[in-house]
T-cell receptor, first 113, second 117 residues
Framework: GQSLEQPSEVTAVEGAIVQINCTYQ??????LSWYQQHDGGAPTFLSY????GLEETGRFSSFLSRSDSYGYLLLQELQMKDSASYFC??????????????FGSGTRLSIRP | DAGVIQSPRHEVTEMGQEVTLRCKPI?????LFWYRQTMMRGLELLIY????????DSGMPEDRFSAKMPNASFSTLKIQPSEPRDSAVYFC???????????????FGEGSRLTVL
């Protein structure tokens, strides 16, 4: 089956840098995404990695190593508004079906002033 | 362009009642997904459609759950009869196909919070 693992909680200080790791086990791997969800809100897309390496989008960066089945989300210059849950999500393909996306259990990021 | 629209936003019902959740995907999106979110189980994929056709319903928990997509702009998720353990937030999401959907980015609605007493 498919599985993803990420830490349940992370705490960091405003202005600092934090890394949220994700390991996955899946066949038919296609890519790794990251989503942010504020309490009471909907998940919103942050980034996508299909190839090994680092993708940077403003203060957020995402990394993928396909050989290690591992990725991370890096958040820099943390702001209080970054307090949210962050989900890694694996996109995979089975047979001739279109790709599916399954989510990890989420990492709750708390930021202290 | 309006995002994914779900209704109702909140639903409180009694065990045994029928519940119907509705979703309007973003115009032009070929794929529609139904997810359920709970504290215990996280975000679970229930079913997804491609061009209105159900592709994979392996995540639908029981026969009490059914989903339809009669046209490209409307989908329903029905629970009959409902049970307290069905209490969750149900999200609908859509995404484009082809080159526009190369990242697989999902666009989520605001969710329907269901409470079954």
């Amino acid at each position: 089956g498919q599985s993803l693992e990420q830490p349940s909680e992370v705490t960091a200080v405003e202005g600092a840098i934090v890394q949220i790791n994700c390991t996955y086990q899946t066949s038919g791997f296609y890519g790794l995404s990251w989503y942010q969800q504020h309490d009471g809100g909907a998940p919103t897309f942050l980034s996508y990695n299909a190839l090994d390496g680092l993708e940077e989008t403003g203060r957020f960066s995402s990394f993928l190593s396909r050989s290690d089945s591992y990725g991370y989300l890096l958040l820099q210059e943390l702001q209080m508004k970054d307090s949210a849950s962050y989900f890694c999500a694996v996109r995979y393909v089975r047979g001739s079906s279109a790709s599916k996306i399954i989510f990890g259990s989420g990492t709750r990021l708390s930021i202290r002033p | 362009d309006a995002g994914v629209i779900q209704s109702p936003r909140h639903e409180v019902t009694e065990m045994g009642q029928e519940v119907t959740l509705r979703c309007k995907p973003i115009s032009g999106h070929d794929y529609l997904f139904w997810y359920r979110q709970t504290m215990m189980r996280g975000l679970e994929l229930l079913i997804y459609f491609n061009n209105n056709v159900p592709i994979d319903d392996s995540g639908m928990p029981e026969d009490r759950f059914s989903a339809k997509m009669p046209n490209a702009s409307f989908s329903t998720l029905k629970i009959q009869p409902s049970e307290p353990r069905d209490s969750a937030v149900y999200f609908c999401a859509s995404r484009p196909g082809g080159a526009s959907g190369i990242t697989g980015e999902l666009f989520f609605g605001e969710g329907s919070r269901l409470t079954v007493l």
